[in-house]
């Protein structure tokens, strides 16, 4: 800022824009600029941490939890086993997991339009290993920020060497230990056990996979880190044209903050055309993509609240009101309004609601049984004492974990006769895929055309249909007179 002829304080000609022009984690010449957050504290960083610490918590327990034997949680593709939340999904459930993923997409968009990055500074899986693990332990065997910029600046000596190798040594356990533990999510916690227990011999190509998988956390996690959220992720991105006015992200007030100057006991900034931000600095210090929130909205902000925590910090410490940098939309900051859940706010939340709705709908109701009654290739029917028979292979899939007996009759046209290779009566154990072959026969007079529409039905032993399968009996061309 500068003083004019008035004592008035007004904006410098060269505009704060000017970072535009350059990648904030990229040196002139080209070269990585490390980024050295310094450690958060404050309401929000607590709050973060709860919902790290939940969320961490959920990753390492859900492979162990099973729901009426099934695992919570498991994409098995090699061995096509899927279960969401302890149903069971099978290829022929293909079309729901579709639905899932095109409905999980309109809920971020919509999430997005209106409330902006939260995910990625709260429940980014990204987000909550850097700086929920991987960065506090840094944050312990290094120090802070100024520690951490001193010790990379320093000769390799015997301390730098000895904390380097103790981090890069920690970093490298962790990334395998999350790496079996994300294997235990595709393969089961049981056969990663097993794997572990038996060796690299027996089991070659799994731990060629999981070493791939530990070697490229570690690289993400101690190389990449914040250049993940930069210029990896695609959702950063996505938001720059999904987000508008109206929507909730981490602003700077610059209508309360500008002009900016450092702070100065017993002055009155207002008289002096001073703006409430004192320029310490401390919102850009402990960002962990290395911007200045007072830039404005920016592809590299994460939403991770730190800038507001080290902000109200030092608005207390000054006697300014807090709120410098807060959640708020953009037209909120323009007119000095305060946040008000609005209408649109209301539908979309509606909306979202309706969308978790349906896919839970989507998930529960698949029943419990799938039946399939198919003609062999090539089969035609065959004409014997008056009555027709057509021949056709079964597929039962009973996706319960309770033992079934079946049996099948068909609904319609009636009058049918059910010859079976085998027991009239099926036994379907839990999670069971059963095939076989029946013959139907119908009296000729019942078959009007020579492709007669044919309901079956699976029955348990309580009588309650479980399945019904809509297919054609074949019979002799007739006329229709």
Known sequence: MMNTPSGKFQAPETPYDDFRNSVGTMHETGERKWVYPRKPKG??????????????????????????GNHFLLFNVIDRKFFILGQPFYLQDFFILALGAVTSVIFVMLFTVVFGRIFCGWLCPQTIFMESVFRKIEYLIEGDRNRQMKLDRQEWNTEKIRKRVIKWSVFALLSVIITNFMFMYIAGYEEVFKIIMEGP?????????????????????????????????????????????QTINVYYDFKRGEGRSKWR????????????????????????????????????????????????????????????VRYATE???????????????????????????????????????????????????????????????????NKSNEQKKLTIKVIA?????????????????GDQILKGNINITFPEK????????????????????????????????????
């Not at 941490?49 to 099973?66: E, I, R």
């Not at 402990?286 to 929130?293: A, S």
């Open 43 to 68: 309401k929000y960083t607590n709050y973060r941490n709860y919902v790290s610490y939940l969320l961490l918590a959920l990753f390492f327990g859900l492979p162990f939890v099973k729901i009426n």
């Open 331 to 397: 037209a909120e900051i323009e007119n000095q309004d305060t946040f008000r859940f609005t209408s649109r706010m209301k539908a979309t939340t509606v909306m979202l609601s309706l969308l978790i709705g349906f896919l839970g709908f989507l998930m529960y109701d698949r029943g419990s049984m799938e039946a399939k009654f198919i003609k062999p290739a090539g089969s035609t029917f065959f004409v014997k004492n008056g009555k027709i028979t057509n021949t056709f292979i079964y597929t039962l899939l």
């Open 201 to 245: 011999a027996d089991h070659a190509l799994q731990f060629l996979g999981m070493i791939a998988f530990a070697v490229t956390f570690y690289f993400v996690f101690a190389w990449l880190r914040e250049q993940v959220c930069t210029l990896v992720c695609p959702y950063g991105r996505l938001q720059g044209v999904l987000i508008d006015k």
């Open 446 to 481: 019942e078959i009007r055309f020579s492709k007669q529409n044919m309901t079956i039905g699976v029955f348990d032993e309580k009588g309650n249909m479980t399945a019904s399968f809509e297919t054609i009996f074949e019979g002799p061309f007739q006329l229709p007179f």
């Open 265 to 324: 006991n017993n002055e009155d900034r207002k008289t002096l055309g001073k703006g409430d931000c004192i320029d310490c600095q401390q919102c850009v210090v402990v960002c962990p993509t290395g911007i200045d929130i007072r830039n404005g909205q920016q592809l590299e902000c994460v939403n991770c609240t730190a800038c507001i925590d080290a902000c109200d910090e030092v608005m207390e410490k000054v006697g300014l009101p807090k709120g410098l």
């Open 413 to 429: 046209p009636r009058h049918a006769e059910i010859d079976f290779f085998g027991p009239d009566r099926i036994i379907l154990k």
